[in-house]
């Protein structure tokens, strides 16, 4: 508990992105780290083999963005940065973890930005809105960008803001749903228009399981986005265990990985 309010008071993010949440996610998420490194170390060995693909692949090698770069558990930076001149880790906050192992690489960056659009409009959101705030575009990448990773962000991107529209609009779950499925959507989207090489890594479903093993019925992670026509890597990520999402299920979820996106497609 010490820990996590030490990093809120010394973590330095914008005032929008500590009001909203995203700084007390951030400390949460290195919080559940802790607790299931060893429940998680399967699902970030293969985020880092993807990535890693993705590097490979790579046909010039000037700049690579990691968007979601978050404390870096699931990104192989030394890999990054021993392949690329330069390495820009993209996220709205960067916890002590991320910025001291960027320290350690003189062409290893740090941006600070609002990869989902709508922070900025959420956080002078009105009280009982009405109606639900206009995204920004996402942020522009330089022309040398050669490589572009989505590291497990896509799934996650709309969360934040469908928390602040329920407790701050009076929006119907319906028109919440749907600027959560925009959100992600745009961000796709974005992806998919990137004059560069994409690297993608999200979930896709999540589901509860028994404590005998027995996994129950999934449901969609994507806000709709849909990946169905797109090849790539999938495995499980036992994110949770019984008692911590749910008090008597563990949760798990469904990834998915290409470290090319455009090459992905089925057929």
């Known amino acids: 508990m010490l820990a996590e309010l030490f990093a809120w008071m010394t973590t330095p993010c914008p005032a929008a992105a500590r009001r909203l949440g995203y700084l007390r996610e951030s400390i949460a998420i290195e919080a559940r780290f802790r ?7 399967p699902h970030l060995e293969k985020s880092k083999a993807v990535i890693e693909e993705a590097v490979s692949k790579a046909s010039r090698r000037r700049r690579a963005v990691v968007l979601g770069s978050g404390p870096l558990f699931d990104i192989p930076v030394e890999v990054l940065a021993d392949a690329f001149d330069v390495v820009e880790l993209v996220d709205i906050v960067h916890p002590k ?25 959420l956080a002078a959101l009105p009280r009982n809105a ?7 575009a ?9 490589l572009a990773v989505s590291a497990n962000l896509l799934s996650q991107l709309p969360d934040i803001p469908e928390i602040v529209l329920k407790k701050r609009s009076r929006l119907p779950e319906t028109a919440r749903k749907d600027f959560a499925h925009r959100i992600a959507t745009e961000h796709f989207n974005w992806l998919r228009g990137l004059d ?29 986005v849909d990946l169905a026509e797109y090849e790539g890597m999938t495995w499980h990520w036992d994110i949770a265990p019984a008692g911590e999402s749910h008090p008597e299920y563990a949760v798990r979820m469904q990834v998915f990985g290409t470290p090319d996106l455009a090459g992905a497609p089925n057929g």
């Open 35 to 41: 607790r299931h490194a060893e429940r998680w170390r």
């Open 130 to 136: 009405a109606t639900a705030p206009p995204l920004v």
């Open 196 to 224: 560069a090489l994409v690297c993608l890594i999200t979930d896709t479903e999540r589901q509860y399981v028994a404590p005998d093993g027995t996994p129950f019925p999934a449901w969609d992670s994507l806000h709709d």
């Open 97 to 121: 973890r991320a910025r001291q192992i960027a320290a350690g690489f003189a062409n290893v960056e740090l941006k600070t930005s609002d990869v989902s659009g709508a922070a900025a409009a």
């Open 138 to 146: 996402p942020p522009t990448l330089t022309p040398d960008t050669d």
